[in-house]
């Protein structure tokens, strides 16, 4: 089975501090995404990336940046975090456009308090 | 974007009922997944299914892509199938746009 790793379950954080929420993905996968989910407004694509190195915005990238250094490794960066940032985050990733199979695989999901 | 409408938005069962979970979409798609989240947050990937039935267990889903819906069935329904339930698409095979999700309650 995949396995998508997200590093904390839960994180508390102050205003104005720089965030790291790490995610891996053990399965070779080509794709990865970030989520957050928030009560009434669902699940909202962050950013994604398709290759290493390669990102893209999804709808709500105001205020976080990404990166994918590794394959199996992508990192989303709140650079000064704000209260509004308070939300479930959710890591996933799927194989590859190209074969066809693009089902999308979760992490745990991390609890980012900022107070 | 694609809107994603889901229905009922709460669905409350007795142990060993059936039920059936309704998404509609406002474009034609190329991907569409079902997804259960269960009570502790974890997301789990039920279905892709752009087209066509796929049945898993006590679980199947028919997605009619022409008419713009798919009905995902729980069968024999368990208390561990309570969670909300997501159905999600995309039109260009990598963003996904989530709907509001049914939350569904089976009681023993």
């Known amino acids: 089975d995949v396995k998508v790793t997200q590093s904390s379950r839960y994180l508390v954080k102050r205003t104005g501090e720089k965030v790291f929420l790490e995610c891996v993905q053990d399965?070779?996968?080509?794709?990865m995404f970030w989520y957050r989910q928030d009560p009434g407004l669902g699940l909202r694509l962050i950013y994604f990336s398709y290759d290493v190195k390669m990102k893209e915005k999804g709808d709500i990238p105001e205020g976080y940046s990404v990166s994918r250094e590794k394959k199996e490794r992508f990192s989303l960066i709140l650079e000064s975090a704000s209260t509004n940032q308070t939300s479930m985050y959710l890591c996933?990733?799927?194989?590859?456009?190209?074969?066809?199979?693009?089902?999308?695989?979760f992490g745990s999901g991390t609890q980012l308090s900022v107070l | 974007g694609i809107q994603v409408e889901q229905s009922p938005p709460d669905l409350i069962l007795q142990e060993g009922a059936n039920s059936t979970l309704r998404c509609n979409f406002s474009d034609s798609v190329n991907n569409l997944q079902w997804f259960h989240q269960n009570p502790w947050g974890q997301l789990i990937n039920l279905f892709y299914?752009?087209?066509g039935t796929k049945q898993n267990g006590r679980l199947s889903a028919t997605t009619v892509a022409t008419e713009r819906y798919s009905l995902l069935y729980i069968s024999s329904s368990q208390t561990t199938d309570s969670g909300v339930y997501f159905c999600?698409?995309?039109?260009?095979?990598?963003?996904?746009?989530f709907g509001a999700g049914t939350t569904v309650t089976v009681r023993a």
């Open positions: 996933a990733s799927s194989l590859d456009f190209r074969t066809g199979d693009e089902k999308l695989f």
């Open positions: 299914i752009p087209s």
């Open positions: 399965m070779d996968h080509e794709n």
């Open positions: 999600a698409v995309s039109s260009n095979d990598y963003k996904l746009s």
